[in-house]
């Protein structure tokens, strides 16, 4: 594995992420055809190491389209219009899957979820009753805008014992970062994405039905065509990819998984986890509050005192210490920021950006901190980083 510990530039937002050098080598490889033998073999090894990602016995679709596409291809291929969908809708992801489901025909039901908070499982539970002709209940497993986790073990235990409802879990920026096991916990559908904890560029959504949703696709009767899966599945089942394969990342994914097939996938977890432990303490110590009341691992967003505007903290951080995070959306504009834990991430990126972070906002606020306060904070976060390495 190449050694990369210096760093100019930290992408540090919940996703696109930064990119492994190992990975970044296989991306830049002479392009080779999709119908080769060479490109078949890699192929087969990515499409049976993505089952253990997905922990499924299902296959796993991979499909060269942003995370969105795979949110599509979800639901066209599950899908009648004039059906019932219930939508839980907790930040900007909820209401694009809301949205697309009512651009096919649904007739979606609902479930607001103030910001900042996660689903209540009795909601969930009261909607289904109401609405027993539900065909299709939508949640992201992280609300990206929020840096909420849903309680998606326990939604699919109530779903898991209607025999014609299926739940579809948006785990775009969930998968590879913490545990969704996909076949445990009874997921009818999952949409991953290639920029997140899969460390790549842009650009791949990876997708899987359970048995049960299957059982839906061929009556199915939304319009679809790039994304009909069944294309897709009978290709995977020939070797191939129905159209052709995004060669570079699938390489490139390849060798995220052998990665993760060498240290396992609870090594990946863990990564993240401490990561996001680490963010969220010396973040309050900073005097940041959490946001989200059920916090993801992926990502992490802390809200900003209201002397200061979370954008010019985003900005600045980028301009003058040459790190991205992210700022917030629509009514959170502002008022938060959020920080990634996905990615190939060094221990040192996390130290600089809570240096930065607290040098920008004295930037903005002198008040903030002292200067020595900050650096004692800096060298207590770094060696309690190190002790938990
Ligand atoms: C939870 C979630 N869902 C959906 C998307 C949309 O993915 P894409 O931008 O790859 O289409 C994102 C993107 O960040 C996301 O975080």
């Given at each position: 594995?190449?050694?990369?510990?210096?760093?100019?530039?930290?992408?540090?937002?919940?996703?696109?992420?930064?990119?492994?050098?190992?990975?970044?080598?296989?991306?830049?490889?002479?392009?080779?055809?999709?119908?080769?033998?060479?490109f078949d073999k890699i192929l087969k090894k990515v499409l049976q190491g993505m089952k253990t990602v997905f922990q499924t016995a299902q296959d796993v679709y991979?499909?060269?389209?942003?995370?969105?596409?795979?949110?599509?291809?979800?639901?066209?291929?599950?899908?009648?219009?004039?059906?019932?969908?219930?939508?839980?809708?907790?930040?900007?992801?909820?209401?694009?899957?809301?949205?697309?489901?009512?651009?096919?025909?649904?007739?979606?039901?609902?479930?607001?979820?103030?910001?900042?908070?996660a689903a209540e499982i009795s909601e969930v539970q009261n909607l289904l009753r109401q609405h027993p002709d539900t065909k299709l209940v939508l949640c992201q497993a992280c609300e990206t805008s929020t840096a909420v986790a849903h309680p998606i073990r326990e939604i699919a235990e109530v779903i898991h014992k209607l025999p014609n409802t299926l739940f579809l879990v948006d785990a775009i920026t969930a998968?590879?970062?913490?545990?969704?096991?996909?076949?445990?916990?009874?997921?009818?559908?999952?949409?991953?994405?290639?920029?997140?904890?899969?460390?790549?560029?842009?650009g791949m959504s990876f997708v899987s039905l359970s048995a049960k949703a299957w059982q839906h696709v061929e009556n199915a009767k939304c319009p679809r065509f790039y994304f009909d899966l069944r294309k897709e599945k009978k290709a995977n089942s020939a070797g191939e990819t129905f159209y052709s394969s995004n060669v570079a990342v699938i390489r490139g994914l390849a060798v995220v998984l052998d990665m993760i097939e060498q240290r396992g996938l609870n090594a990946l977890f863990h990564d993240i986890q401490r990561r996001a432990e680490f963010t969220r303490k010396w973040g309050q110590k900073l005097g940041l509050k959490l946001y989200a009341k059920s916090p993801s691992d992926s990502v992490t967003a802390l809200m900003m005192p209201t002397t200061i505007d979370g954008q010019k903290v985003r900005l600045h951080l980028e301009e003058k210490y040459n790190i991205t995070i992210m700022g917030g959306q629509d009514q959170a504009k502002g008022k938060i920021i959020r920080i990634g834990h996905m990615g190939y991430i060094r221990d040192a990126e996390m130290v600089h950006l809570l240096e930065s972070l607290g040098k920008t906002l004295q930037h903005f606020d002198p008040h903030f901190i002292s200067d020595a306060d900050l650096i004692k904070l800096v060298a207590d976060a770094k060696a309690d980083l190190e002790k938990h390495s």
């Open positions: 594995m190449a050694s990369d510990d210096s760093f100019s530039y930290s992408l540090l937002a919940p996703g696109p992420v930064n990119i492994h050098p190992d990975v970044r080598q296989a991306l830049s490889l002479p392009m080779i055809h999709h119908r080769t033998p060479e991979m499909l060269t389209s942003t995370g969105s596409g795979g949110m599509e291809a979800l639901l066209v291929n599950l899908m009648s219009p004039g059906e019932k969908v219930l939508a839980i809708v907790s930040g900007k992801f909820g209401e694009r899957w809301a949205e697309m489901a009512k651009v096919f025909g649904a007739e979606v039901i609902t479930y607001n979820v103030p910001w900042g908070e998968l590879g970062a913490y545990p969704l096991p996909m076949d445990e916990w009874h997921i009818d559908g999952i949409v991953a994405g290639s920029q997140k904890a899969f460390m790549l560029p842009t």
